[in-house]
């Protein structure tokens, strides 16, 4: 039975007195329920915010997690933390997969928002989190880094490269070869292929060879094709003889503003552009590049091409729009399965556009979902037919294409194994009937998504069509990932500036069973969508870039954090990061705090957590307890008052042990991150009670147990 407490409670009753008429108090004793008292004595505290002297505590941040629309809202949470809290961090808004869009730019505008009204607030802004592996834009990053898939076009070569397949530059001219023009075996793209070399000398004159004369249709357009590279920043241009304007302005990398040069760098760059000012039925290119002391061009020769878009193919592709650009041409059916063209930016390599068929689940025959494509006009009998295409899917599984006729009878080019990579597909089959007049791709084998591209039906006997494909090295991944990040380093941190003065660098980089070293996704076979190792590319020193970058384009009193889980279970992944924070500052960059996100519950090491916290302290660091809330072990549907009392108690020790063990000069604060239970529905820690208060914002014991800790430490 509970405890019952005994409080007097006045009550005016009418008592009717034959010579007047009035009121008596008549003083008695009821009963009240424990649990009422203790809320209400719960209640009467203060805002925790106000335990906090700022005369003594001058630099120390009382902050709270909040989502950014729940802030920009200005509801009950807003409220809560503009009246508790004086710092607020979020959890997912300010990282890179939040605001890192498609084509690499920044969607800013909703933080520009939140640091505008935490501003009229009087609120501060906790910058979390710059470069951390998960919840990134993971698709755009990879796309960077993925192979470079260069199809030639179908159409014939005007430009003659045959002296340069021979090396003996037949026809061609060197106008200024600088320290040298020659073919260099294997300097190509892909593997085994040769390249024009460049060399220069540092001379005022540009480096210029000349192409052989070109014969052409002046009323036609012509397309240039070339890729290049150089050892170094480089720039050039492509001039020419037999033009109206033999020096025009050209969008040459099709970013949609035309320019007198290109640049170029250590990874292969496609120039791409058309030309149809002729003055006369004949032409020359002229490679003219910056003859920059060190700096080596190159040029690759099997993808060097000028040709006619309004001649004859080369490549008959009976597959009109085989590239999915400008839609479909696709018929198909079975069950609940859906087909469609994707968005811009899905297509393989991540360019342009894909054709997508979703089964949910295999079906009994692999007949039951199909794609179909119908020919102009039926296939030749006898021929033999090849079919190249590039395939992923969102699962492993088993697709099959036929040539079909309208009876159903076919020839099949055979199972076809889909992986979840791209990867390039090049079959072939004989049609044994005139009566084969479509394409077809079963499904029904396959359970999710599959994705297909670049399609290209064609008969044997055709040329042409050749695809390359350029695998980046490690060294222009590091270098292309290093632009990136300064990109997103100096947008972000650029766009905070005037209001937030504390980041987040680097987030969890040290691994849970290896804790001296670097988390990894090397060998991962389970990566989600969001996730990407900067330091699987960048090396040891990812973060060094990343905490130099940041002081770069922040203000110089920034303070610059390092952040990390499970410091208080295991030691030796503390010891881990604080090695870590040395190596990066041998290297020349500052870290200036260290963040332990202590996600804990009432059963954890109290020795640990004092280690933990000597062993920060003693680095002289700045000190945050960066992401702070307490598991009882059960969800809130089971909880107990024996687990909201322990609850209460656990979350007075870690404040208390924060104080008593971290320098005054070296504490930064500590950020509550869930102040609310968690509803059942939420991505973090689901259904449990780990708040200061409920679901329905009521506080709990663990609300008065902070107000203690903050009464007695922070005053």
Known sequence: MNQLHK????????????????????????DKPESVAVQENIDAYPALKSYINRASQPGFKWGVAIGLQEY????????????????????????????????????????????????????????????????????????????LLVTSPAYPNSLSVAGLKDN?????????????ISVITGTGMGTGNNAIALKASGAAADLQLATPGITINKTHKYEVVMYIRSNEAGEGRISFEGLNNNTPLVDWTKSGTPTATFTTGISWK??????????????????????????????DINNLYVYDTQGTPAVNNLVTNGDFESGGGWGGWGGSSTRGVTADGMGVGNKGKAFYVTNPSKS???????????????????ATYELSFWVKGTAAGVIRPELQSANYSSNGFGQVQVTQDWQLVTISTTATASDRTRLVFSYGEFAGTVYIDDVILKNAKATGGSTTVVEKTAAEKKYILTEALDKWMSGMVGAGKSVVKAWD???????????????TGV???????????????????????????????????????????????????CRGLIAYVNYIESQGARVDGIGTQMHMDINANKENIVAMFKLLAATGKMIKVSELDMGVGVKTTAATAGHYQAQADMYKYVIDKYFELIPAKQRYGITIWSPIDSPVGSGWRPGEPVGLWTEGYVRKLAYAAVAKALEVNAK
């Not at 003996?168 to 040298?180: D, I, Y």
């Open 7 to 30: 409080i007097a409670a006045g009550f005016l009753v009418f008592v009717v007195i034959s010579s007047c008429n009035k009121y008596q108090k008549l003083d008695f004793n009821v």
């Open 72 to 147: 920009l809202d200005k509801g009950v949470k807003y409220r809560l933390a503009n009246r508790n809290f004086d710092e607020i961090v979020l959890g997912y808004e300010m990282k890179h997969g939040a605001v890192v869009q498609a084509d690499g730019s920044l969607d800013l505008a909703k933080i520009t928002s939140l640091l505008q009204t935490a501003g009229e607030a009087g609120m501060q802004v906790y910058g979390h989190t710059l470069m951390w592996h998960a919840n990134q834009n993971a698709s755009y990053l990879k796309r960077l880094i993925s192979p």
């Open 168 to 180: 003996s530059f037949a026809n061609w001219t060197k106008l200024n070869a600088g320290n040298g």
């Open 270 to 299: 496609e120039i791409r552009f058309t030309i149809s000012d002729f003055a006369g039925d004949n032409i020359k290119l002229h490679f003219d590049l910056k003859n920059k002391a060190g700096v080596s061009y190159y040029i």
């Open 364 to 382: 009994a025959n692999y007949w039951d979902v199909q794609t179909i494509y119908d020919f102009a006009a039926p296939l030749e009998n006898g």
């Open 505 to 519: 660098v680097v987030n969890e980089p040290m691994d849970d069973g290896k804790p001296y070293e670097l988390k």
């Open 523 to 573: 060998g991962k076979t389970n990566m989600a969508s969001d996730e990407f190792y900067w330091q699987d590319y960048l090396g040891e020193d990812y973060a060094v870039t990343a905490f130099k970058m940041a002081r770069q384009y922040g203000n110089a009193t920034d303070l610059h954090f390092i952040n990390d889980y499970n410091l208080e279970f295991n030691l030796d992944k």
